[in-house]
């Protein structure tokens, strides 16, 4: 059934594509076969991540941006990861109303993702989601997530370019070293530029970013931006581009692209053994016991888990388990 929808989605049906990516979420068996259906198609579009604090104006930006892109001729998919909320909110409702056009738009598709099981898995799940939409064939995949932590920073390395959105607000600067999104910017957009403060909050950006610049192939840029006006995004796009042509001229776009599809091996196979040690624990008796001695603190969890690995036990139940079905 899946290599079907993944013929119809490649001809175009925004159906197949749509139930695709509910496969993809659910994170059950046929994800394997849909990761291996896809394969050969992706690689071709340029991933664009938004980051930044809640209500940034992010969601503005993506609706603007998206306009920009429509008007260039290119086909675009918008991701936006919630991983906050586990209901569907009031943020994307109004991301609904905003975005109202563009979902007319035979050439735009539009997905809202919120949590599924555990938080560690979001950036999983949301970075298989991005390979389904390059699949498709659109010539950009935007995600936007909120930047408060961790698990978004996660999400964002999924991206070619990283665009950080702050608001000129005293705090902003603080929240957004604290969630590490200082490191992960490739751009930044300073928006609401209508505010107060937005001209001071450029430069002392720009100011700290001459001291933190590290590379020798990029300077990162801020742009101001009025999202609600469209003011600065024309600007904002190019600089992306940009981004995206250094990025090619120094072999970055590869070597990321190489460092990505090694972490997705890395990553499957832990996830792999992980599910199946979690399992074990639980029908185990003997697994059970020494996980409440573990959990009490009468063993050494370091030197536990050490003599799990190397009892023949774990790898032959792996081994019955790999002969069974996978
Ligand atoms: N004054 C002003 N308001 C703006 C600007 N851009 C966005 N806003 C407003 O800021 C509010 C939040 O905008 P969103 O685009 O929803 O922000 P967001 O970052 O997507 O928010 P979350 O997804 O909830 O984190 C909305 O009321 C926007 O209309 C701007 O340039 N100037
Ligand atoms: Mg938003």
Avoid: C
Wanted: net charge neutral.
């Amino acid at each position: 059934m899946v290599r079907e929808l993944v013929e119809q989605m490649r001809a175009g049906d925004r159906r197949a594509l749509a139930r695709l990516l509910s496969v993809v979420e659910r994170n059950g068996d046929q994800v394997t076969e849909l990761m291996e259906a896809i394969h050969p198609y992706t690689g071709n579009a340029q991933v664009i991540g938004i980051t930044g604090p809640p209500g940034a104006g992010k969601s503005t930006l993506v609706d603007k941006i998206t306009s920009l892109v429509r008007a260039k001729g290119l086909t675009i998919a918008v991701l936006a990861v919630d991983p906050t909320s586990p209901f569907t909110g009031g943020a994307v409702l109004g991301d609904r109303i905003r975005m109202q056009q563009h979902y007319l738009d035979p050439q735009v598709f539009i997905r809202s993702m919120a949590t599924r099981g555990s938080l560690g898995g979001l950036p999983r799940v949301a970075s298989r989601a991005v390979r389904v939409l390059d699949a498709s064939g659109k010539d950009i995949v935007l995600v936007e997530t909120v930047g408060v932590g961790q698990t978004e920073v996660d999400v964002m390395k999924i991206a070619d370019s990283v665009v950080v959105v702050l608001v000129p607000e005293a705090g902003d600067a603080v929240q957004t070293l604290k969630a590490g999104l200082m490191e992960i910017a490739d751009v930044f957009a300073v928006n609401k530029a209508d505010r107060e403060g937005s001209g001071r909050m450029v430069a002392t950006l720009r100011n700290t970013l001459t001291f933190s610049n590290k590379l020798d192939w990029w300077r990162v840029p801020v742009v101001p931006t009025q999202a609600t006006k469209g003011e600065g995004v024309e600007k904002l796009w190019d600089t992306i581009q940009e981004h995206r042509t250094a990025m090619e001229k120094n072999s970055i776009l590869a070597e990321r692209r190489r460092e990505r599809q090694r972490h997705e091996f890395f990553q499957t196979v832990e996830e792999w053994v992980g599910d199946r040690l979690s399992a074990l624990v639980k029908s185990d008796g003997e697994l059970g016991d020494l996980m409440k001695k573990i959990e009490e603190g009468a063993t050494d969890p370091h030197s536990a888990a050490i003599d799990v690995l190397r009892s023949g036990t774990l790898l032959r139940h792996w081994l019955s388990l790999v002969e069974k079905k996978e």
